[in-house]
């Protein structure tokens, strides 16, 4: 610790008054705080030591050069401190990611490590089940006005770990109205798109093995069905539209990302966007209800 003399005591008081809130980021010598604990500071003595009461009841005293607290900026929300991997705490991690911004992977790698395999691993499942979840025809015909010249297989992988990577209230919008996605980021930069594949790294940095390799299937469909039961489908998402059909279906993302021009061109020289001789795309189009919203259109097979 370095000695402070009363200029800079007094000074450092200015910034961290009685109150300021702290939060510990590992323990101190000697002392076994637990890492995420928060406190209130309570006075600064003349060594320029924190004097801080923990929320838990106890009382914590460090320096703040000892690297052991940090101070929580007043003007941001406090974070939520994720030890356990959930449904709910699985988002609250890509949302304190988001908030890093450009070095929101690298905060969220070091938080999934910290948790060690077992959450990490967690965290690939249910990102696996939320992508998976999205695999519905009316978000990749979002995905291909998005990408504004179709979509391939993988670009639909990429399009939908972007997805989740926007956040819950983002995601399940888009689940229920895809045309919702107009409101969201642009999809070009493609920011927080590898977030969701995080867990699976962490796992195989913490263990030499992919997420893969230990897949269980049963704890799979076990989260799926909790997962799915906050999931509502719109009308129309298990269709795939073609472009003459996009309009109708995705006006504001149409609006968005493709001038009328390029939709006119789209709709002249490849109409479909899929496979037709595909049976799983003819099966789609002969059984999947359409968006009551999309009204016929010239092109239209129905």
Same mark, same amino acid.
């Given at each position: ?37 928060? @406190? ?6 003349? +060594?320029?030591?924190?004097? /801080?009461?923990? !929320?838990?009841?106890?009382? $914590?005293? %460090? ?74 025809? @009316? ?6 006005? +998005?990408?504004?010249?179709? /979509?391939?297989? !993988?670009?639909?992988?990429? $399009?939908? %770990? ?141």
């Amino acid at each position: 610790m370095t000695e402070m003399n009363q200029e800079q005591l007094e000074s450092l008081r200015a910034q961290f008054p009685q109150g300021t809130r702290i939060q510990c980021v590992k323990n101190k010598d000697g002392v076994p705080i637990p890492t995420g604990e928060k @406190g209130t500071l309570e006075h600064i003595d003349e +060594m320029g030591l924190f004097h /801080c009461d923990l !929320d838990d009841g106890r009382r $914590f005293i %460090a320096a703040i050069d000892e690297g052991c607290f940090q101070v929580i900026n007043p003007k941001q929300t406090e974070q939520c401190y994720v030890t356990e991997i959930t449904k709910d705490t699985f988002w609250t991690l890509i949302d304190q990611a988001k908030a890093h911004s450009d070095k929101s992977s690298e905060w969220l790698m070091e938080q999934l490590v910290s948790m060690g395999p077992e959450q990490a691993k967690q965290f690939d499942t249910i990102a696996r089940v939320y992508m998976d979840a999205s695999y519905q025809y @009316g978000l990749w015909t979002a995905a291909s006005v +998005m990408e504004r010249n179709g /979509c391939s297989d !993988d670009g639909f992988i990429d $399009f939908r %770990a972007w997805l989740v990577g926007q956040g819950r209230e983002v995601y399940l919008a888009a689940l229920k109205d895809p045309d919702s996605l107009a409101n969201a980021p642009s999809y070009q930069d493609f920011r927080f798109g590898d977030l969701p594949y995080k867990g699976d790294l962490a796992y195989e940095e913490l263990t030499g093995r992919d997420t893969f390799q230990d897949f269980d299937p049963a704890e799979y469909r076990m989260l799926a069905a909790e997962i799915k039961k906050d999931i509502r489908y719109g009308k129309g998402i298990g269709y795939p539209y073609t472009w003459s059909e996009a309009a109708a279906y995705l006006p504001k993302l149409c609006a968005k990302y493709l001038t009328p021009e390029e939709l006119e061109r789209h709709i002249q020289q490849h109409n479909d966007t899929w496979n037709l001789t595909s049976p799983e795309i003819k099966l789609a189009r002969a059984t999947a209800q359409k968006s009551k919203k999309r009204k016929k259109n010239r092109g239209d097979s129905r």
